[in-house]
């Protein structure tokens, strides 16, 4: 194999090492600016997170209700227990939905909120859409189940983030 020459090379021992090509900077495009400002919309963050959690509760309602047997399974012809089955998977879907909807409704909403008042994006805004999310599921059973559900979903929420490394 032939090594070319440079012309310009004066016999040196040193030689400069080659330059760095400097990309340009891409600017985003205006759809692109305008799909990160819909998202940072927190109204916007808000009903999709409670749709998606919806989509999942769904889901689990299936298959939840799925595995759920009849208690007087052996007197029932196979008709009687896919009817059986198809009611229990029907319901546990719609419950799980609407409470998983309100679930990411209402966590996604808080965090938004706070972390734009705050204009920090750190674990405190976890923490505290962690707490606003349980104490509002659980205070139907009163204030002390408000404070034990805010305790445990914030903590659980600040797990959740801590194992994804979200930070």
């Known amino acids: 194999m032939a090594s070319k020459v440079d012309p310009s090379d004066s016999g040196s021992l040193s030689e400069k090492p080659p330059e760095k090509q400097i990309e340009p900077v891409k600017l985003p495009s205006f759809e692109e600016i305008r799909g990160q400002d819909i998202?940072?919309?927190?109204?916007?963050?808000?009903?999709?997170?409670?749709?998606?959690g919806g989509g999942?509760?769904?889901?689990?309602?299936?298959?939840?209700?799925?595995l759920e047997?009849?208690?007087?399974?052996?007197?029932?012809?196979?008709?009687?227990?896919?009817?059986?089955?198809?009611k229990q998977m029907g319901g546990r879907s719609w419950n799980s939905a609407k409470a998983f909807a309100v679930?990411?409704?209402i966590f996604s909403g808080v965090e938004c909120v706070v972390e734009k008042a705050r204009a920090k994006h750190d674990t405190t805004?976890?923490?505290?859409?962690?707490c606003v999310t349980g104490g509002a599921l659980s205070a139907k059973g009163?204030?002390?189940?408000?404070?034990?559900?805010?305790?445990?979903?914030?903590t659980f929420s600040v797990l959740i983030e801590k194992f994804l490394d979200r930070d």
């Open 103 to 105: 679930m990411g409704l």
């Open 39 to 52: 998202w940072n919309n927190c109204a916007v963050r808000s009903v999709v997170s409670g749709v998606l």
């Open 69 to 86: 047997n009849p208690l007087m399974q052996e007197q029932m012809t196979a008709k009687q227990q896919f009817i059986y089955t198809a």
């Open 56 to 66: 999942l509760g769904i889901f689990m309602g299936l298959f939840l209700g799925a």
């Open 142 to 154: 009163g204030p002390k189940a408000a404070c034990l559900g805010c305790a445990g979903f914030a």
């Open 125 to 130: 805004n976890t923490v505290a859409a962690g």
